[in-house]
């Protein structure tokens, strides 16, 4: 039992949903994002968090584009998170503070590495797109630590000064303008983007993910395809990096390590891919555990995240939403 | 000059057999078995683990606690193959990638809570440390004791590949699973037995390795991209290929951090990424 493949599952979540794009937006979507408005309210303290986790949901539900929809797995999303958020802190440092313009930088920038990887990353079987992705990521990260003298190298880029938005929102050591502002720019970025997976080039992933061999026969140009989507992700990877370095105000070198990668991996996983709410689900969940649980001890919350991707794998396919999903599947003919 | 560049080969060999005997047993269970096996590291790490104790806290020699590092090793792939890895043979790879990092984090977790995040000193017996001098170079003498020791493993390992009973069943599982079990072959014996083996080995090379891979609980990420990249080059079925893999990289590692240092490791990354685009489908087929 425990030997089905995640394909599977993921083949029966997408019929559950529906078999033709539907864009009309739910009740249940409709709810969910007027929670994170509510936290804003309610949780005033934990602003600073709060915008962390929108900004690494975003990160999750770029991951969640490539690996959820087209079925790559990549084992160094990071080096574009990095990648964006070096360049967005590097225009900052250099005398452009303007935020908005940074953003779109950063994604043109991330964008612009991404094309290139996607033609290594679209050929080849399973295990050579997750080496490829992975040895990007570390040339990548080593590039960051050899060039000190651009990036700062292990110390960090600090020094990032943000203008105020627009000429109002200035930037504060309580989080405030910092969790408008990445609301603001991941609900825009998200309502793209599930535009983009709910139209039929989305639908063309999905066929591709569950059969790209057949997918050339109904004449879709498989390859482009992936190196289309691909390079998306790597643009919104970008902007989440830049959204980290201009809130927080500093780049670390971490933002391109491997395990910020595996990470985004966890946390897609643990809310469910394929979905895109999964990511952003995953994140908060993720954060606020290690939140509360390194605040305790790093080493045990290193051991527990361990121990439920183990769990995950072997007991919970689809992660927290895939879970609910089975749920209502199985509660639905009792009523 | 000449002498300089003996050594560095020297080192990188030594470098690379080393590589060679930790990550042979992943070249079983990725390329044989088509597990994406991201722990390995791991148990290379108990073996590594194992020596040092052994030796600080109980006094044993060091050569009498490789073997020990060895079965310690091997026990435990044993027993996490019965109990968790035969369940995800057929699963996809994300699924493997997934759970073998979850193994990762929890061993490097354990390892930090028992042993601290420091790196282990490792104390070589005084007849392994120093230098064997011939006119115009200096060789050390633990280098060419681990040379010594992997040409000799490599040739038992190859015997018992390729002569023995057990050798023989486990070449007709990999081939074709199912009409080995149909020839009476206990196919989930036979690749236990080759996963422990596979672990043991890579516990052997982490016991021998500590004085030149160092030891620390982030071992198994640290070097999961050579291991990875010993196997996908060196290709599957044969001894041969991820030997000469391992040494090529040991060499090239070695060279690279030794002439060119202000780029460090970045030679080793962008060598695999072109090998990768050189060769798209992985140098060895992969099985469907």
Known sequence: MATRSASVSISRASAVASTLPDDRWKLLE???????????FVFPNYRVLGSQILITGLFAVSLDLILGYAGIVS????????????????????????????????????????????????????????MVTLGIGLMLWEVA????????????????????????????????????????????????????????????????????????AIGAPVARRLRTIFTIAAAVAGIAGALIAQTTQFVGIDTLGFPRSAELLIMLVLGGAGRLYGGLVGAALFMIAQDYLSGIDPVYWQFWIGFFLVVIVLFAHGGILGGLDTLRTRLRPRQ | MIGNVIGVLFDGLAYGSLLFIIAVGLSVTLGLMNFVNLAHGTFAMIGGYVCVLLMTRAGVPFLATLPIAFAAAALVGLVLEVTLYRRLYKASPLDQVLFSIGIVFMSIAMATYWFGASQQPVALPSYLRGQVHLPGLDLGVYRLFLIVVVAALTLVLQYLLDRTRFGSQVRASVDNATAAAGLGIDVNRVFALTFALGSGLAGLGGALGIDVLGLDPTFPLKYIVYFLLVVSVGGSGTMKG????????????????????????FVIYALMVILLIVFPAGLYARRA
């Open chain 1, 30 to 40: 409709i709810v969910f994002w007027l929670l994170p408005v509510l936290a804003f």
């Open chain 1, 75 to 130: 084992l160094g999303h990071a080096a574009f998170f990095g990648v964006g958020a070096y360049a967005a802190g590097l225009l900052a440092v250099h005398g452009w503070h303007e935020p908005i313009t940074g953003l779109v930088v950063a994604a043109i920038v991330a964008a612009a590495v991404g094309y290139p990887v996607s033609f290594l990353v679209v050929r080849g079987s399973d295990l050579t797109r997750l």
């Open chain 1, 145 to 216: 630590n050899k060039a000190a003298f651009v990036t700062g190298g292990v110390d960090g880029l600090a020094g990032v000064t943000i203008d105020p938005i627009f000429g109002v929102g200035r930037f504060d050591i309580g989080g405030r303008t910092a969790y408008v502002y990445a609301l603001a720019v991941v609900f825009i970025v998200f309502v793209v983007l599930r535009r983009i997976v709910h139209s039929p080039f989305g639908l063309s992933l999905r066929g591709i993910r569950e059969g790209a061999k057949r997918m050339p």
């Open chain 2, 242 to 265: 991820p030997l000469i893999a391992a040494l090529i990289l040991g060499v090239f590692d070695v060279a690279g951090k030794y002439y060119l240092p202000q780029i460090g490791g």
